[in-house]
């Protein structure tokens, strides 16, 4: 494949998981019993009431949104985001191994636990592997 189709394909993977990050602004904003319907729904019982849990659950989707948009940013001019592209692969392939241990370590529900870590290792691994073509 020439450099083009590689390029291409590197802003598709960008954007892709970008979208999904984005997805997140939805818990930013949502009312409470709602992060409590989805806990249950997947399985993880109610959703404990401390103020804590709430701050989280709702930062932490602010965060996934803030790098789906990051995603977007970088993947509008790969040339000049290089090294960010190269350091979201490294940071993804790392924290898709964390999340392979914390999930086991908790005791996450198996669906959990193959949906999240080994994702996320994949897609940082795509990325890096997609910047290497591209620098090639």
Known sequence: MNGIIWHRLLKMVLRVMGSI?????????M???WHDWCHQALGLGRLPGDPVVEYMARSLSGFYALLGALLWLMAGDLSRYRVL???NGVAAVAVGLL???MDRAWGLPRWWAISEGPVVLAYGALVLGLQMKLSA
């Not at 990050?21 to 904003?29: P, S, Y």
Request: aromatic letters at 16%; glycine letters at 0%; proline letters at 6%.
């Open 99 to 101: 999340f392979m241990v």
């Open 21 to 29: 990050c984005m997805l997140a602004t939805i818990a930013v904003f």
């Open 31 to 33: 009312p409470t019993s």
């Open 85 to 87: 592209v190269w350091a």
